[in-house]
Each structure stands twice: as C-alpha cells, then as structure tokens.
C-alpha cells in the first residue's frame, strides 16, 4: 500500500477507533474495579485538598488517626461512596503554621449504594481511640442536635500495624453526628458568590 494511501485509510478509521474506544469505556473511575489505591492527593492553603475531579469530601467526613501519620476519609466518586485509609506527609513547610501535604491512598473499600457521610460514617469512637472506625449501612436516632446510631450493616477499623482497612464487630462502639455542625462546614466551603 502507498503511503499516500495508508495516510488517507489512518484519517478515515482513527476517528472511528476513537468514539468506539470512547463508547466502551466511559469513565475509568465509574467502573466498579476502578481503583484509587496508590493515587497521591495534595493540599496547600491557596488551593485546599486537590482530590480527583469526580471526587467529593466534606470536613467532617474525615477522621485523622491519633499518633499516626494517616487518616480515614469517606467520600464520593462518580456518585459512588468510597472509604480510603491515607497516609499524610508534609511536602513543603510555608510557614510555622501552613504545609503543603501530600496525602496517598493505602487502601480502599468501595460501597456502592451507600451515601458518604450518612450511611457511612467516620464519626465514631471506640474503647481504642486511635484505631479510627466507620460505619456502613447506618441508621441514626435523633436526640437533641444530635443524631445517634440507632444501628449499621457493619464496621471498619484501621489496623494500623498492617496499613489498612479491616472489618471488625461493634462492641463499644459510639458513633455521633450534630447535623448543625455538618451543615455549618457545608455552609464554610461553599465559595463565595458575592461580587467584590
């Protein structure tokens, strides 16, 4: 075939190639094998948490890890709720006050049908304080301004020795919510819309 002809046969099926490759994969993150694990997020105070583009997190949906370098984070990918167990590292020092941090996914549990920050929740203590807990499939009970765990499907806890996340029993398990403090770190996040 000349090279004439080869160039003109590549511009005719390229494009084709293109949208079927775009058809059959439309999302890499959507896809329910789709991991993180590995992925470094970074945060400084000019830009905050630089998560990936489909991702969502409220501030209390994070729980960091006593005298450790990690956190347990709930939240949303492509609508998918998702509990990642990160380790923290300071990149840069900006001042006696502000860092740059560098977060990175150890691992992951991916729950498909829950809702990040209701049904599964990191806002809970047990008789071992730094070993972090979460709950999914949780329902709550109104007391006050609080919401507590009236029951859930199951629990996590962070075995800190072997870096990750593991499915533990609810023995002395306490988990609470206040909705007006949620809705207040909401409220916070929200960019300003006001013109200057």
């Not at 830009?47 to 991702?55: E, I, M, S, Y």
């Not at 203590?125 to 709550?140: I, L, M, N, S």
Request: aromatic residues 6%.
């Amino acid at each position: 075939m000349k090279p004439r002809r080869i160039a003109l046969t590549l511009k005719r099926v390229a494009p084709a190639v293109a949208a079927a490759w775009l058809a059959a994969s439309p999302s890499s993150a959507a896809e329910p094998g789709f991991t993180y694990v590995g992925r470094p997020i970074y945060s400084d105070p000019v830009n905050g948490l630089q998560l990936p583009p489909t991702c969502i997190i409220e501030p209390t949906w994070r729980l960091r890890i006593s005298r450790s370098e990690m956190e347990v984070w709930v939240l949303n990918c492509d609508s998918v709720a998702r509990v990642w167990l990160l380790t923290r590292h300071p990149v840069e020092m900006l001042s006696a006050r502000e860092a740059r941090l560098r977060f990175e996914v150890i691992d992951e549990r991916v729950f498909p049908g829950e809702t990040a920050g209701e049904s599964l929740s990191v806002q809970c203590t047990a008789p071992v304080e730094d070993a972090g807990r979460v709950v999914h499939g949780a329902r709550w009970r109104g007391s006050g301004h609080e919401l507590h765990l009236a029951s859930a499907q199951g629990a996590l806890r962070v075995d800190a020795a072997r870096r990750q996340l593991v499915d533990t029993d609810m023995n002395g398990l306490d988990c609470v919510r206040f909705p007006d403090r949620e809705a207040m770190m909401r409220k916070l996040q929200q960019p300003d819309r006001v013109p200057r």
